[in-house]
């Protein structure tokens, strides 16, 4: 008995890791994106004619959760018929080589070696979906699956969290690129730890091995799973949620360049932001967001939240472009506008996830979690580039249109709540 306790225990510990680097490889990229791009003397930017920056720049984000998208329902789907094991691995290996041809680009300061590298990384981040099917595997009662669930979604916020303090690694002062490889080694390196941890740790003791026609017919389902949700009753609500994304991701993608290029921050500075917000938006999940639930209902929260979070987006451009204040005051203003909209981030996507569960019957629960992440990678895709539009126009436009975005969608979710709900 303590033997069986214990693999399981292996088991959840691997693929809690492997989830920690996907999550590592989601928030790496961030701080260190504007050096890497719009520095004048060093990184990739370099090797980019000057009116094409800024697609690159958007492109260059999007393209991993794109893959990611894509590689969740093949890694899926491979391991009902290979195993979870192997698929692990695999994935594991295309992160690592991910990682190594990171480097390379940094080395030769080629751009399009580094997009290639982030579509292998972003593919191979699809072992995501693998690891909760792992969950799954081997838990035997409802309880068990919360508590497994639960660890994954920890591990999943403390590698957000890391994948930003990674650039701490990066001098405030450097001429080379070369120094930004540092981060990416760090990455690679613990790829490669828990990739021994899995042959060695991780053994399949449950799988499920299906015919050819099924594992095909299940592969197509998964990729057009997304359509499930608009062949839903779901009105308004949707739309609103699929704006709430949007709007959300505009916001997130622009941060870190309106950082660089407002403010002056350094790859470390900007690692410290994001290492902050993230510790807010944790707390409000996991400390204030349960205590609020049990006052006020998820329709009150969803309006409010979105409401707020808009308002303060708009109120941040007004105050930065049209008042006469102090850098020192703009930058508290940031801060303190930024941390508010992660921490009334939760009290929105966890209630909408809740309403729109409420509305389907039992039996497509799966359906629809499935579909309401593949719209969260599309809207982060569409919220990448549309920011990167909008950098042509000015740096300060992003809080702005992701704070109208923002109220828009509170417009529509107000309507459908009273109408459809």
Known sequence: MLFRWSKKYNILFVVSLLIFIDAIGIGL??????????????????????????????????????????????????????????????????????????????????????????????????????????????????????????????????????????????????????????PFIIASAISFINFILII????????????????????????????????????GFLYGYMLFNLGLQVYIQEQSLYLMKMYNYTTKQIGVFYIIIGISATVSMFIVHPRIRSRYNATFQVKTGMFLMGFFLLMHMFLITEVRIPLSWKVVCTWAISILVYVLDPFVALNMKRIFSDMVPNDKQGNLMGALGQIE???????????????????????????????????????AINTFI
Request: glycine content about 10%; aromatic content about 16%; charged content about 10%.
């Open 29 to 182: 990229i961030l701080p260190m994106m504007p050096r890497l791009f719009f520095s004048k003397n060093i990184g990739l930017g370099m090797s980019i004619p000057p009116g094409t920056l800024n697609f690159f720049y958007g492109l260059t984000i999007a393209i991993f959760p794109l893959l990611a998208m894509i590689g969740m329902p093949v890694f899926g789907n491979l391991s009902d018929k290979f195993g979870r094991k192997i698929v692990l691995l695999w994935g594991m290996f295309g992160l690592i080589l991910g990682y190594l041809i990171c480097i390379l680009a940094l080395i030769f300061n080629n751009i399009y070696i580094f997009l290639f590298a982030r579509i292998i990384s972003g593919f191979s981040s699809g072992t995501y979906a693998v690891c909760y099917a792992v969950a799954m595997d081997h838990t035997g009662n409802e309880l068990q699956k919360i508590q497994w669930l639960k660890y994954l979604t920890l591990f999943h916020v403390a590698g957000f969290i890391l994948g930003p303090a990674l650039s701490s690694f990066v001098p405030d002062t450097y001429n080379s690129s070369l120094v930004l490889i540092i």
């Open 200 to 235: 060695f740790l991780y053994s399949d003791s449950k799988v499920i091995v299906r015919k050819p026609e099924q594992i095909n017919s299940n592969l197509k389902q998964s990729i057009l799973a997304i359509t499930f949700i608009f062949r839903q009753k779901f009105g």
């Open 377 to 415: 990678s599309l809207t982060t895709v569409a919220g990448t580039l549309l920011m990167s539009f909008f950098l042509y126009f000015g740096n300060n436009l992003g809080a702005g249109i992701s704070g109208s975005i923002l109220l828009i969608g509170f417009i529509v979710i107000s309507f």
